[in-house]
Nanobody
Framework: QVQLVESGGGLVQPGGSLRLSCAVS????????MGWYRQAPGKEREVVAT???????IYADSVKDRFIIARDKSKNAVYLQMNSLNPEDTAVYYC???????????????WGQGTQVTVSS
């Protein structure tokens, strides 16, 4: 069973920083796109940032110039450095990865369990 294990959420004051981490915990064949999504109370889940296997990145307009996504292919891990946080960034953050479990398996999306990020004074 493929699992994505997240860490790094918490409570931070406005203007502060947090770093989220996510790693694929099981043996797999390949990982394609990895990304971070978030869901605030009463809102739909939205994409925050994604990174492809060749390190091309896409950011939501609301986080450009504040957040940085990066991946470590040797660890099948993805990170989200979040700077200049504001209360509107408060949400549950989910890691996502497009994974092939073996050379003959189809690509499938997997999700982490979610980690709470709260920005408040």
């Amino acid at each position: 069973q493929v699992q994505l294990v997240e860490s790094g959420g918490g409570l931070v004051q406005p203007g502060g920083s947090l770093r989220l981490s996510c790693a694929v915990s099981s043996s797999i064949f390949s990982v394609n796109v990895m990304g971070w999504y978030r869901q605030a109370p009463g809102k739909e889940r939205e994409v925050v940032a994604t990174v492809t296997h060749d390190d091309s990145t896409i950011y939501a307009d609301s986080v450009k110039d504040r957040f940085i996504i990066a991946r470590d292919k040797s660890k099948n891990a993805v990170y989200l450095q979040m700077n200049s946080l504001n209360p509107e960034d408060t949400a549950v953050y989910y890691c996502n990865a497009e994974v092939r479990r073996s050379w003959s398996s189809p690509w499938r999306d997997y999700w982490g369990q979610g980690t709470q990020v709260t920005v408040s004074s």
